[in-house]
Each structure stands twice: as structure tokens, then as C-alpha cells.
């Protein structure tokens, strides 16, 4: 079956780089995206890309995805305090079809001062 | 951006009772909407995927008579949970996919439902 798997924290220090990585088992996967779901609140997408693609960067974000490994990787520099959440990896098939995001735990990203 | 409504952000009900969960999509038309269910500090499960004008598909151990999903429009669905029970107590988020580059899915803020 279908499977994400994402550490469950990560501890950065503000100012430094933060990578959070993703693994995932369905070859046929589409789509990667990237949430961040803050405290009691409801999920925002920060980015997304496609299987044939190899990065993508926005703003202080990184996406770099191995597709050869099933490994996706969010990069966020210069980690401010605002940046304390969960992160969620998913992943989805093509569209059409009305499936749904299969996600990983979330990682849940820590930042000292 | 696209924004997704979810209403209520809370609510409170006795046992045995029914609530509704409401999830607009504001901008933007959804001819597909998912609803998820999140126990705390566990990923998200998805419980059941709504096209408009048609029955949800329900995931495989969610019973769809205690969880009445309704699909109207093409930026409304809604969750009923009928009979709710205190194990029903969650956090329940649905989420709208857009026709937009990547069939990018956009999340509701989610609702808190406490069983009492």
C-alpha cells in the first residue's frame, strides 16, 4: 500500500536552514506537496511539485525532490520563530481520478532561540 | 488565493445528538472535496471524497450512515455526524481541489467537535 514517512521533529536554531525530509512508496505519485499546519489551526499549502521535476524554489522555500529514491526534501532558510509547526509531506496520483492526499505524521519543526 | 471556509471552527454537542460541518469553497468551483479526520499528534485520514451531484466514496472502515456526506454545489459540502458519541470527538478538516496547475488541493481551517 501506499506510505509517507517524515521524521517526527526537528530542532533548528533561528537563523539556520531547516530541511525537513519525506519519503514515500508509490512510484506512481503525481503529485508532492508541502503543508504547514500551525497550532489548532487548519492546513496551508506552501508549495508543491511535480514527479518530473527535480526543484523547486520559492522565496526562502526549497523543494527538492529524488525521484529515483521516493525522497522529497523542504528546505526553509533563515528559519524564523514563525515558522514553528507541523509540517506535512503528501502525495497524490494524477488528476481525474478523485483521489484524495495520502500524508505522512508531520514533522514537527522546532525552532530555539 | 483560493480559500476554503469551514464552519463551524468549533462546536460543542451531547451525546446522541447530530451536528453539521460546513465547508465552502469561496473563490473558486470544487467538483471534488474530501474530508479528513485527525486524532491528536497523528496524520491526517482521509474519511471520505465528495464529487458534486453524486454519493461520496467513503473510505474503508468509515461508516457512511453515521457520517452524512452532501456534495450540492460546486463549493459546498457537508459532514453530518449522526448520533455523535464522545469517540467521535475530533478534529475534522475537508479540503477542495481546485482546477488549477497541479490539482492543487486547498484546506478548510478545520472544525474542533467535542462530544459531551
Known amino acids: 500500500g501506499e506510505d509517507v514517512e517524515q521524521s517526527l521533529f526537528l530542532s533548528v536554531r533561528e537563523g539556520d536552514s531547516s530541511v525537513i525530509n519525506c519519503t514515500y512508496t508509490d512510484s506512481s505519485s503525481t503529485y508532492l506537496y508541502w503543508y504547514k499546519q500551525e497550532p489548532g489551526a487548519g492546513l496551508q499549502l506552501l508549495t508543491y511539485?511535480?514527479?518530473?521535476?527535480d526543484m523547486k524554489q520559492d522565496q526562502r522555500l526549497t523543494v527538492l525532490l529524488n525521484k529515483k529514491d521516493k525522497h522529497l526534501s523542504l528546505r526553509i532558510a533563515d528559519t524564523q520563530t514563525g515558522d514553528s509547526a507541523i509540517y506535512f509531506c503528501?502525495?497524490?496520483?494524477?488528476?481525474?481520478?478523485?483521489?484524495?492526499?495520502?500524508f505522512g505524521k508531520g514533522t514537527h519543526l522546532i525552532i530555539q532561540p | 488565493g483560493a480559500v476554503v471556509s469551514q464552519h463551524p471552527s468549533r462546536v460543542i454537542c451531547k451525546s446522541g445528538t447530530s451536528v453539521k460541518i460546513e465547508c465552502r469553497s469561496l473563490d473558486f468551483q470544487a467538483t471534488t472535496m474530501f474530508w479528513y479526520r485527525q486524532f491528536p499528534k497523528q496524520s491526517l485520514m482521509l474519511m471520505a471524497t465528495?464529487?458534486?451531484?453524486?454519493?461520496?466514496?467513503?473510505e474503508q472502515g468509515v461508516e457512511k450512515d453515521k457520517f452524512l456526506i452532501n456534495h450540492a454545489s460546486l463549493t459546498l459540502s457537508t459532514l453530518t455526524v449522526t448520533s455523535a458519541h464522545p469517540e467521535d470527538s475530533s478534529f475534522y478538516i475537508c479540503?477542495?481541489?481546485?482546477?488549477?496547475?497541479?490539482?492543487?488541493?486547498?484546506f478548510g481551517e478545520g472544525s474542533w467537535l467535542t462530544v459531551v
Open positions: 465528495s464529487n458534486e451531484g453524486s454519493k461520496a466514496t467513503y
Open positions: 479540503s477542495a481541489r481546485a482546477v488549477a496547475p497541479g490539482n492543487t488541493i486547498y
Open positions: 503528501a502525495e497524490s496520483k494524477e488528476g481525474g481520478g478523485a483521489d484524495g492526499l495520502t
Open positions: 511539485i511535480f514527479s518530473n521535476m
